[in-house]
Nanobody, 130 residues
């Protein structure tokens, strides 16, 4: 069982920055694709960014390109999401997720599809005020 633990959320004003972390060190199995998702109140969960294991191959939803950066430490035990130039529409609960079978750009479902990820953290809240 994968245990993922997010941290780093908070409240900021528009234009500010936050760095989210996801601790996956409790789990030793290969994590081929790691992703960040968010869910605003009353909306569906959406993919924000994803990264392949052992590479710099990253993926982003259009709305965050140029503002957010996904990365992982060398041991790949911690996943990060650096969020700059935050906007009120970035508000939501942010989750990290792990796919143990396929790289982000492989498999039947796209990296942005929450249903391809069987392993999730509890989430961390991000609130951006105007």
């Amino acid at each position: 069982q994968v245990q993922l633990l997010e941290s780093g959320g908070g409240s900021v004003q528009a234009g500010g920055s936050l760095r989210l972390s996801c601790d996956a060190s409790r789990y030793t199995r290969n994590r081929y694709c790691m992703g960040w998702f968010r869910q605003a109140a009353g909306k569906e969960r959406e993919g924000v960014a994803a990264i392949n294991r052992g590479s710099d191959t990253t993926f982003y939803v259009d709305s965050v390109k140029g503002r957010f950066t996904i990365s992982q430490d060398n041991a790949e035990n911690t996943l990060y999401l650096q969020m700059n130039s935050l906007k009120p529409e970035d508000t939501g609960m942010y989750y990290c997720a792990a796919d143990l079978l396929f790289y982000c750009n492989a498999g039947v479902k796209g990296w942005w599809n929450p249903s391809r990820f069987p392993h999730w953290g509890q989430g961390t809240q991000v609130t951006v005020s105007s």
